[in-house]
């Protein structure tokens, strides 16, 4: 096996061989968390935006959605994706993750959250926007009047390409971005 130049400890993960998890099934994982979370989340905003126009109820569905991976992996080592994939993220010496390290994992979703959040309050604050009903005029009107908006989904889309890409330049560990950041690796369980 390569030397990891990460680990501080290249004994330990000798004696306890890992099977590090690669790009498709890492893929397949997150399509899952998308279908299992993603989706009722985005439904959720959806009708908080067309229906409820709470700012109160979005800061709630955004809470929550940062909040899942996070929680699933410092409490079982894995999302829900990712233990139907067999899967279970560790720490360079292939021990569960500590809340930290489960934190640092989310640190770009939780960045953008974090940025998104002050413009959403204004947009729940807009009269003419919460008077809408149709989803396509008021996506049409949110790209019009908060291009701050399209700003931090292409940063996150360039994030997502970046993670993309260090993780596919990194076999046999199969480390993204953030499992570097964290000192984590995700590996068969």
């Given at each position: ?6 680990l ?89 993750i ?18 998104t ?48 890409i ?9 480390r993204?971005l953030?499992d ?9 369980s």
């Amino acid at each position: 096996m390569q030397k990891d130049p990460f680990l501080q400890n290249q004994k330990d993960l000798e004696d306890n061989p890992l099977k590090f998890e690669g790009f498709n099934s890492r893929l397949i994982a997150v399509i899952l968390d998308g279908l299992i979370v993603g989706i009722p989340i985005a439904g959720a905003t959806l009708y908080n935006l067309l229906v409820l126009k709470s700012f109160w109820c979005f800061v709630l569905i955004t809470t929550v959605s940062i909040a899942y991976k996070p929680l699933m992996e410092g409490f079982y080592g894995a999302t829900l994706g990712k233990m139907s994939m067999g899967m279970r993220v560790v720490d360079y010496d292939g021990h569960k993750i500590n809340a930290p390290q489960a934190i640092l994992r989310s640190v770009f979703t939780i960045a953008q959250a974090l940025v998104t959040l002050p413009v959403y309050f204004f947009i729940f604050q807009d009269k003419s926007l919460m008077e809408m009903t149709d989803y396509f005029k008021m996506s049409e009107e949110l790209g019009t009047s908060y291009p701050m908006l399209g700003l931090i989904s292409g940063i996150s889309f360039f994030i997502m390409f970046v993670e993309m890409i260090t993780l596919l330049t990194d076999p046999p560990y199969w480390r993204s971005l953030h499992d570097r950041i964290a000192k984590t690796y995700v590996v068969e369980s």
